[in-house]
Protein backbone atom coordinates (compact mmCIF):
# COMPACT_ATOMS: atom_id res chain seq x y z
CA UNK A 1 0.00 0.00 0.00
CA UNK A 2 0.57 3.81 -0.09
CA UNK A 3 3.13 5.01 2.19
CA UNK A 4 5.18 8.06 3.65
CA UNK A 5 8.65 8.11 5.78
CA UNK A 6 10.04 11.28 7.26
CA UNK A 7 13.38 12.05 8.73
CA UNK A 8 13.00 10.94 12.51
CA UNK A 9 12.94 13.79 14.75
CA UNK A 10 13.46 15.65 16.85
CA UNK A 11 15.31 18.55 15.11
CA UNK A 12 16.69 21.33 16.56
CA UNK A 13 18.63 24.19 14.61
CA UNK A 14 19.47 27.99 15.45
CA UNK A 15 17.74 31.16 14.29
CA UNK A 16 18.98 31.62 10.58
CA UNK A 17 19.62 27.84 10.02
CA UNK A 18 19.13 26.33 6.73
CA UNK A 19 16.24 23.74 7.27
CA UNK A 20 15.54 19.73 5.42
CA UNK A 21 13.34 17.81 6.55
CA UNK A 22 13.55 14.82 4.34
CA UNK A 23 10.51 12.41 3.43
CA UNK A 24 10.37 9.68 0.73
CA UNK A 25 6.97 8.13 -0.47
CA UNK A 26 5.64 4.73 -2.08
CA UNK A 27 2.68 5.28 -3.82
CA UNK A 28 0.93 3.12 -6.98
CA UNK A 29 -0.19 5.67 -9.45
CA UNK A 30 0.60 9.02 -9.30
CA UNK A 31 0.07 11.14 -5.75
CA UNK A 32 -0.64 14.51 -5.01
CA UNK A 33 2.19 15.31 -2.18
CA UNK A 34 1.73 17.44 0.63
CA UNK A 35 3.33 19.16 3.87
CA UNK A 36 1.13 20.23 6.36
CA UNK A 37 2.16 22.15 9.98
CA UNK A 38 0.70 21.73 13.24
CA UNK A 39 1.11 24.58 15.71
CA UNK A 40 1.12 23.48 19.32
CA UNK A 41 -2.11 22.89 20.66
CA UNK A 42 -3.53 23.93 16.89
CA UNK A 43 -4.76 21.31 14.07
CA UNK A 44 -3.39 20.62 10.94
CA UNK A 45 -2.82 23.35 8.19
CA UNK A 46 -1.98 23.13 4.83
CA UNK A 47 1.80 24.53 4.01
CA UNK A 48 2.26 23.86 0.82
CA UNK A 49 1.54 20.83 -1.98
CA UNK A 50 2.35 19.83 -5.45
CA UNK A 51 0.03 17.48 -7.82
CA UNK A 52 2.47 16.45 -10.60
CA UNK A 53 6.28 15.26 -11.16
CA UNK A 54 8.59 18.37 -11.03
CA UNK A 55 6.22 20.69 -9.44
CA UNK A 56 7.49 23.38 -6.67
CA UNK A 57 5.26 24.05 -3.84
CA UNK A 58 6.52 27.08 -2.20
CA UNK A 59 4.66 29.13 0.89
CA UNK A 60 6.16 31.02 3.66
CA UNK A 61 9.51 30.60 2.51
CA UNK A 62 8.82 27.18 2.74
CA UNK A 63 10.05 24.81 -0.67
CA UNK A 64 9.58 21.60 -1.57
CA UNK A 65 10.14 19.94 -5.05
CA UNK A 66 8.32 16.63 -6.35
CA UNK A 67 11.00 14.21 -7.77
CA UNK A 68 9.63 11.09 -9.56
CA UNK A 69 13.16 9.77 -10.13
CA UNK A 70 13.59 9.68 -6.67
CA UNK A 71 9.91 9.22 -4.79
CA UNK A 72 11.10 12.23 -2.71
CA UNK A 73 8.95 15.46 -1.33
CA UNK A 74 12.18 17.23 1.03
CA UNK A 75 11.11 20.43 2.93
CA UNK A 76 13.64 22.92 2.87
CA UNK A 77 13.86 26.42 4.06
CA UNK A 78 16.60 28.84 3.95
CA UNK A 79 16.57 30.76 7.35
CA UNK A 80 14.39 29.34 10.12
CA UNK A 81 12.73 31.56 12.78
CA UNK A 82 11.99 30.42 15.98
CA UNK A 83 8.67 30.87 15.23
CA UNK A 84 8.95 28.01 12.54
CA UNK A 85 8.81 25.67 15.57
CA UNK A 86 6.03 22.76 15.09
CA UNK A 87 5.11 19.65 13.90
CA UNK A 88 5.52 18.75 10.17
CA UNK A 89 4.31 16.25 8.10
CA UNK A 90 4.81 15.16 4.88
CA UNK A 91 1.43 13.54 3.07
CA UNK A 92 0.23 11.76 -0.02
CA UNK A 93 -3.11 11.28 -1.75
CA UNK A 94 -3.92 8.68 -3.98
CA UNK A 95 -7.44 10.49 -4.95
CA UNK A 96 -8.08 13.40 -7.60
CA UNK A 97 -7.70 16.55 -4.64
CA UNK A 98 -6.65 15.70 -0.93
CA UNK A 99 -9.12 12.60 0.07
CA UNK A 100 -7.90 9.69 2.06
CA UNK A 101 -4.51 11.35 2.96
CA UNK A 102 -1.74 8.99 4.19
CA UNK A 103 0.63 11.15 6.63
CA UNK A 104 4.48 10.35 7.68
CA UNK A 105 5.31 9.95 11.68
CA UNK A 106 6.09 13.51 11.60
CA UNK A 107 8.83 16.05 12.27
CA UNK A 108 9.21 17.71 15.22
CA UNK A 109 11.34 20.96 14.51
CA UNK A 110 12.48 23.67 17.71
CA UNK A 111 14.24 26.63 16.65
CA UNK A 112 16.25 28.05 19.16
CA UNK A 113 17.03 32.04 19.75
CA UNK B 1 -16.58 30.85 8.70
CA UNK B 2 -15.89 28.81 11.55
CA UNK B 3 -14.05 26.39 9.55
CA UNK B 4 -14.65 23.03 11.17
CA UNK B 5 -14.97 22.75 14.91
CA UNK B 6 -14.79 19.86 17.25
CA UNK B 7 -16.53 19.60 20.91
CA UNK B 8 -15.44 18.67 23.46
CA UNK B 9 -11.70 19.69 23.25
CA UNK B 10 -10.99 17.29 26.15
CA UNK B 11 -12.75 14.11 27.29
CA UNK B 12 -11.94 11.57 29.86
CA UNK B 13 -13.45 8.26 29.53
CA UNK B 14 -13.48 4.79 31.56
CA UNK B 15 -13.48 1.36 29.90
CA UNK B 16 -16.74 0.51 28.40
CA UNK B 17 -18.25 3.88 28.13
CA UNK B 18 -19.82 5.23 25.10
CA UNK B 19 -19.39 8.69 23.75
CA UNK B 20 -19.91 10.95 20.60
CA UNK B 21 -17.09 13.53 19.59
CA UNK B 22 -18.95 16.16 17.07
CA UNK B 23 -17.91 17.37 14.13
CA UNK B 24 -19.32 20.24 12.11
CA UNK B 25 -18.25 22.53 9.03
CA UNK B 26 -19.58 25.66 7.17
CA UNK B 27 -17.81 25.41 4.43
CA UNK B 28 -20.60 23.17 2.04
CA UNK B 29 -17.59 20.64 1.65
CA UNK B 30 -18.97 17.35 0.50
CA UNK B 31 -15.88 15.39 1.64
CA UNK B 32 -15.49 14.93 5.65
CA UNK B 33 -12.95 12.54 7.46
CA UNK B 34 -11.68 11.83 10.85
CA UNK B 35 -8.63 10.66 11.95
CA UNK B 36 -6.31 9.59 14.78
CA UNK B 37 -3.30 11.41 16.34
CA UNK B 38 -0.84 8.87 17.90
CA UNK B 39 3.15 9.73 19.09
CA UNK B 40 5.28 8.85 16.26
CA UNK B 41 2.46 7.78 13.90
CA UNK B 42 1.17 10.71 12.59
CA UNK B 43 -2.34 10.54 11.70
CA UNK B 44 -4.23 7.56 10.62
CA UNK B 45 -7.62 8.04 8.75
CA UNK B 46 -11.09 5.86 10.31
CA UNK B 47 -13.42 6.55 8.20
CA UNK B 48 -14.39 9.02 6.00
CA UNK B 49 -17.74 10.13 4.26
CA UNK B 50 -17.71 11.52 0.82
CA UNK B 51 -21.10 12.86 1.26
CA UNK B 52 -24.66 12.95 3.23
CA UNK B 53 -25.44 9.54 3.51
CA UNK B 54 -22.25 8.21 2.30
CA UNK B 55 -19.93 6.85 4.58
CA UNK B 56 -16.77 4.43 4.55
CA UNK B 57 -14.17 2.56 6.38
CA UNK B 58 -10.43 4.20 6.96
CA UNK B 59 -7.17 2.62 7.47
CA UNK B 60 -8.21 2.17 11.64
CA UNK B 61 -11.75 1.98 11.91
CA UNK B 62 -12.49 -1.17 14.30
CA UNK B 63 -13.86 0.62 17.61
CA UNK B 64 -15.50 3.41 15.85
CA UNK B 65 -18.70 4.56 13.94
CA UNK B 66 -20.05 7.37 11.88
CA UNK B 67 -22.95 8.66 10.14
CA UNK B 68 -23.61 11.55 7.54
CA UNK B 69 -27.20 12.81 7.95
CA UNK B 70 -25.92 16.46 6.48
CA UNK B 71 -23.39 17.86 4.87
CA UNK B 72 -22.08 19.80 7.54
CA UNK B 73 -22.01 17.28 10.63
CA UNK B 74 -19.63 14.22 10.52
CA UNK B 75 -20.00 12.54 14.36
CA UNK B 76 -17.30 10.24 15.59
CA UNK B 77 -18.89 7.58 17.90
CA UNK B 78 -16.93 5.35 20.14
CA UNK B 79 -19.42 2.57 21.62
CA UNK B 80 -17.30 0.94 23.82
CA UNK B 81 -14.26 2.45 24.51
CA UNK B 82 -10.74 0.92 25.37
CA UNK B 83 -6.89 1.76 26.47
CA UNK B 84 -6.16 2.13 23.18
CA UNK B 85 -8.40 4.59 21.86
CA UNK B 86 -6.75 6.82 24.09
CA UNK B 87 -5.50 9.08 21.13
CA UNK B 88 -5.84 13.14 19.51
CA UNK B 89 -8.73 13.14 16.97
CA UNK B 90 -8.75 15.27 13.82
CA UNK B 91 -11.88 15.90 11.84
CA UNK B 92 -11.44 17.31 8.72
CA UNK B 93 -13.49 18.42 5.64
CA UNK B 94 -12.34 19.22 2.06
CA UNK B 95 -13.41 20.13 -1.19
CA UNK B 96 -10.37 19.69 -4.36
CA UNK B 97 -6.74 19.73 -3.02
CA UNK B 98 -6.80 20.85 0.38
CA UNK B 99 -7.67 19.46 3.71
CA UNK B 100 -8.88 21.55 6.48
CA UNK B 101 -8.42 20.48 9.94
CA UNK B 102 -10.41 21.37 13.63
CA UNK B 103 -8.52 22.13 16.79
CA UNK B 104 -8.78 18.21 17.54
CA UNK B 105 -10.35 16.05 20.59
CA UNK B 106 -8.17 14.80 23.40
CA UNK B 107 -9.54 11.74 24.33
CA UNK B 108 -8.09 9.83 27.54
CA UNK B 109 -9.53 6.41 28.33
CA UNK B 110 -8.75 4.74 31.39
Known amino acids: GNSVTQMEGPVTLSEEAFLTINCTYTATGYPSLFWYVQYPGEGLQLLLKATKADDKGSNKGFEATYRKETTSFHLEKGSVQVSDSAVYFC????????????FGQGTRLTINP | NAGVTQTPKFQVLKTGQSMTLQCAQDMNHEYMSWYRQDPGMGLRLIHYSVGAGITDQGEVPNGYNVSRSTTEDFPLRLLSAAPSQTSVYFC?????????FGPGTRLTVT
Open chain 1, 91 to 102: ALSDLQGAQKLV
Open chain 2, 92 to 100: ASSQGNEQY
